[in-house]
């Protein structure tokens, strides 16, 4: 099982992003989709997550900012991150949140937002 995050970057405070991941070895559309990051010196956390059949729940941190989708059809999962703040920045990883150790972590994206 692979998972390649991409789409971080620098932006300013107030900008927007859109992280994607697409995942390879597993049957897609059965999982629960995650977004986690690791900000510098903190635990990871999850952020955000999406079920197979589209139900979505977000850390109380990123409500009414994040919105996670997922593509099944190409086995993809987006976070678009809007009203970006210098907190936000982190590394973002997307995993399975109901199946951790089926896929490994990799290197994930880093999203730096400046204020």
């Known amino acids: 099982v692979q998972l390649q995050a991409s789409g971080g970057g620098l932006v300013q405070a107030g900008g927007s992003l859109r992280l994607s991941c697409i995942a390879s070895?597993?049957?897609?559309?059965?999982?629960?989709m995650g977004w986690y990051r690791q900000a510098p010196g903190k635990q990871r956390e999850l952020v955000a997550y999406?079920?197979?059949?589209?139900?979505?729940e977000y850390v109380d941190s990123v409500k009414g900012r994040f919105t996670i989708s997922r593509d099944n059809a190409e086995k993809m999962v987006h976070l678009q991150m809007s009203s970006l703040k210098p907190e936000d920045t982190a590394v973002y990883y997307c995993?399975?949140?109901?199946?951790?150790?089926?896929?490994?972590w990799g290197q994930g994206t880093l999203v730096t937002v400046s204020s």
């Open positions: 999406i079920t197979g059949g589209g139900a979505t």
């Open positions: 995993n399975l949140p109901r199946a951790m150790g089926v896929a490994a």
């Open positions: 070895g597993i049957v897609f559309s059965r999982y629960t």
